[in-house]
């Protein structure tokens, strides 16, 4: 079992049933100095992760948010030195379903060429919070002092997932039950670039691949879409799922994509030629295709790819967390959690957030273990090259099968 490392408690408010209390995303900073989740509320938590780690540390696992604290309003903010990370609360104006960091890289420029004055100039030192809203409207915020800086408005319904570009050009995707991704282009002072459509349903999530040039979006009526996002094209459509889908994620190397679905399964595909190479199963026996597709009470809620590239986090309505290996058909650790909605791994990887139904946070010590000089060599080759690429090299089939990672 996976050891327990601390809780974020939620409050309780008096507008419980007026609001929302659920939380439906938990994210951490690129740079690993902040750790938000949606509290419920229609607020935002933010508190600096290296001071949390060490208040669990000192007081136990235990800790009650106190919402009093810090709280920034929609329009006030205080100034935050970013020497020294400060905990507060933003209020969003509206029920929070989605988060996502940013940060910039100042050589990375606007797409919109044609425009050479713009009302925001993003530093390297800077770092930004999107947050998605029941009322179809994005937030942006910047995190170090709270100021609201963008209202990005064009979704007519919940915005469910946001995503940033990897490569700091601050381009946004966001997913949203009104059946379109959006781009945004935050360095254009968030002009909206372009409109994905393809999915006949809802649209549960959406994930960059770690170069930026392709994009994973999921959602209802078992839709796993892949887009060029040089070129805002649909790439491919990928076969295999029995029910919604409501997660999906990139390895760090881009040669696998995980996907989560209601069918009580999770796939890890080549999203280059669209195959299964994997198959995690949370109910056994395996369920038939029309069982799988209707309450089978094992629906996978949320995934999440580890940093190293060898293990996945995955949440289920069973009541377990589950730590898988991509090379073996059985959770390496599993953890309790009841209500879970949403995870995320610490950008080191050694530990996995989870949020929950009432609004709170659960943190959990990931498994441990020296990734071999064959697996880093193998994530090396594969940041680079496609398995088309891959496939073309005069290398033993075994090494073949290895870099592709058919095991």
């Known amino acids: 079992r996976s050891r327990t490392i601390g809780e974020l408690l939620a409050p309780a408010a008096p507008f419980d049933k007026k609001c929302g209390h659920e939380n439906w995303t938990v994210a951490f900073a690129p740079d690993g100095s902040y750790f938000a989740w949606s509290q419920g509320h229609r607020t935002v938590k933010l508190v600096p992760w290296s001071q949390c780690l060490k208040n669990f ?12 604290n810090s709280r920034l309003s929609r329009q006030n903010s205080f100034g935050v030195s970013k020497n020294k990370p400060c905990e507060h609360v933003i209020d969003c104006g509206d029920i929070v379903w989605s988060l996502a960091f940013g940060s910039s890289v100042p050589e990375k420029q606007s797409r919109c060429v ?9 530093g390297q030192d800077q770092l930004l919070l999107a947050t ?60 909206m670039m372009k409109v994905l459509r393809g999915h006949q349903n809802w649209v549960y999530s959406c994930s960059f691949s770690p170069d930026s040039s392709m994009l994973c979006s999921v959602g209802a009526s078992k839709a796993v879409f892949l887009w060029n996002m040089d070129k805002y094209t649909m790439i491919r459509k990928l076969e295999g799922h029995h029910n919604d889908v409501v997660a999906c994620e990139f390895s760090p190397d881009g040669a696998l994509l995980a996907t989560a679905s209601h069918d009580t399964r999770v796939y890890v595909w080549d999203p280059h030629i669209g195959s299964i190479l994997m198959e995690f199963g949370h109910l056994f026996p395996p369920p038939t295709p ?40 059985h959770p390496v650790q599993v953890a309790t959690l009841s209500n879970g909605l949403c995870c995320a791994f610490s950008t080191d990887g050694s530990v996995l ?13 990931t498994p441990k273990q020296v990734p071999s000089l064959q697996h880093l060599c193998r994530m090396s080759i594969r940041r680079v ?17 290895f870099l592709c990672y058919q095991m």
């Open 385 to 401: 090259m496609s398995t088309g690429e891959v496939q073309k090299l005069s290398v033993p089939p075994k090494l073949l099968e």
């Open 114 to 122: 044609n425009i050479e004055w713009h009302r925001f100039k993003f």
């Open 353 to 365: 957030a989870a949020g929950t139904s009432d609004g709170s946070v659960y943190f959990w010590a």
């Open 290 to 329: 029309i069982f799988a597709g209707g309450a089978n009470d094992g629906w996978v809620r949320a995934l999440s790819f580890s940093h190293d590239g060898l293990h996945i986090a995955s949440l289920a309505d069973d009541k377990m967390v589950r730590f898988w290996r991509i090379d073996e058909d």
């Open 57 to 68: 540390l000192l007081h136990g696992t235990k800790n009650v948010t106190n919402s009093s």
């Open 132 to 191: 998605g809203l029941s009322n179809g409207r994005i937030k942006i915020w910047d995190v170090y002092t709270g100021k609201l800086l963008l209202n990005l408005m064009d979704h007519t319904e919940v915005v469910r997932d946001l995503t940033f570009a990897p490569d700091g050009s601050l381009i946004l995707v966001s997913a949203s039950r009104d059946k379109t991704l959006r781009v945004w282009d935050l360095k254009d002072d968030g002009n």
